[in-house]
């Protein structure tokens, strides 16, 4: 059910999931295509933001501040598994792995490389920093429209 909290939390998270992928990008090699990179990470954040940060609402500003980090690793592992899974995916169509398994493995070791692209000042500020102020917000609004 739409509430306030949940389209601000939706609002909120779709801002930290873009400007996230606009901090990683300059991390990324040179002459990497990004397409809708960051667009598709704000609707990831759009959707983490409304699901995970809208469900949690309610229970206190401390725990607003942890719901909002936990928004955040929300945002990132799913951005991580789609964008490490559409890599493997057409890496085994070029034939690059031997088996499933491999393919796995390689999808792994993706997420992990691109997942230490992410341990940089800026974005560990936008995500860390911007969770807990969009936490603390969408707790205000809980509040302020019930």
């Not at 909120?12 to 040179?30: Q, R, T, Y």
């Not at 002459?31 to 229970?59: E, K, P």
């Not at 500020?125 to 969770?131: E, F, H, N, R, T």
Request: charged share 15%; aromatic share 10%; net charge positive.
């Amino acid at each position: 059910m739409p509430t306030a909290a949940r389209i601000f939390g939706a609002l909120c998270f779709a801002v930290i999931g873009f400007l996230g992928a606009e901090a990683v990008k300059p991390m990324m090699p040179e002459g990497t295509q990004f397409g809708y990179f960051s667009l598709v990470m704000a609707a990831i954040g759009a959707a983490c933001g409304w699901s995970v940060m809208g469900g949690l609402v309610g229970r206190g500003y401390g725990v607003a501040i942890s719901s909002g980090w936990r928004t955040s690793a929300t945002l990132v592992f799913f951005g991580l598994l789609l964008f490490s899974g559409r890599e493997m995916i057409l890496r085994s169509i070029h034939r690059r792995y031997h088996g499933p398994v491999e393919a796995l493995q390689g999808m792994v070791a993706l997420a992990t490389e691109y997942g230490r692209l992410l341990l940089n000042t800026q974005d560990l500020v936008i995500l860390i920093g911007g969770g807990a102020l969009a936490g603390l917000l969408v707790e205000w609004i809980s509040r302020r429209w019930r």
